[in-house]
């Protein structure tokens, strides 16, 4: 059993459990990107079970109302094991999903992975238009590069800062000089995209300036944040007409994933202690 201060993050172990979550949601509102916890596979097995298991989800999904759709991470479905094989399962749940008229998320993991993940992103939008999303970090120096060699396929893209650490060779470290870059990188998405824009951000500047640019260039868009996370802010901008999309991760792996939210922001932990005790 998840105990209450990991709950805050996490949406339960099983699907009926996520579903339920993602139904509360949708009645704030909020639509709910579901990812089955897991990462950095080297076995083939794991990484097909996991698979199978996003097909499933996509079969619940379909058998309900909800506002949901699904992210997988590459290391996940196999590219720890190959990138053949990360390709063929990638390829599996997006052809299902476009059979059953769903959506997937191809979440970015370290940098190593992002040659992979653009390929097969670029791959899925030409069988699969507009089922398949891709995550591009903007603290990675070659990001502005991989949003002029996407900004016409057909598939969204979600925005992030970027949460990995990377060589200064590779990546911005600076904290100013990466917000430096998303901003560009937002600006530049908006410009050149009428549809399928994600900005995947709990930095007030950030959503302010996706909401500004979306109603200036009339794009289709949407701001992603983290369950567990600002979840007030999510419920004000869906109440104000903006299209909030809650990441929201279930299952039993979900002590890793806690203790890497925690690691990454400590105010996390206070938030998750306040909502526990009800302050």
């Not at 990441?247 to 306040?274: D, I, Q, T």
Request: glycine share 6%; hydrophobic share 40%.
């Amino acid at each position: 059993m998840i105990p209450p201060i990991a709950r805050r993050f996490v949406a339960g172990e099983s699907v009926p459990e996520a579903l339920e979550h993602a139904r509360n949601c949708n009645e704030d509102g909020i639509a709910v990107i579901l990812n089955l916890l897991g990462e950095q596979y080297d076995d083939r097995a794991a990484a097909c079970a996991d698979t199978t298991a996003y097909l499933d989800l996509i079969d619940d999904l379909a058998e309900t109302d909800l506002d949901a759709c699904l992210s997988v991470k590459p290391s996940q479905i196999g590219l720890g094991v190959s990138p053949e094989l990360f390709g063929r399962n990638l390829g599996r749940i997006v052809s299902y999903a476009d059979q059953r008229d769903a959506f997937v998320w191809c979440d970015m993991e370290d940098a190593e992975t992002t040659d992979a993940a653009i390929d097969a992103f670029e791959s899925m939008a030409e069988t699969h238009p507009w089922t398949a999303g891709l995550c591009l970090q903007s603290n990675l120096k070659r990001t502005r590069d991989d949003l002029a060699r996407l900004v016409d396929v057909p598939g969204k893209i979600r925005l992030v800062k970027g949460a990995y650490d990377e060589s200064p060779s590779i990546a911005y470290t600076d904290v100013e000089r990466v917000n430096e870059a998303f901003r560009g990188d937002i600006e530049y998405l908006f410009e050149h995209r009428d549809r399928g824009v994600a900005v995947g951000s709990h930095d007030p500047e950030m959503v302010s300036l996706a909401t500004r640019l979306g109603t200036e260039f009339a794009t289709d868009y949407e701001i992603q944040m983290l369950m567990g996370v600002r979840e007030d802010a999510q419920r004000d901008l869906a109440a104000q007409g903006v299209s909030v999309a809650q990441y929201a991760p279930y299952g039993e792996k979900w002590l890793s994933y806690f203790s890497r939210r925690v690691r990454e922001r400590r105010r996390n932990l206070l938030f998750a202690v306040r909502a526990v005790l009800g302050r």
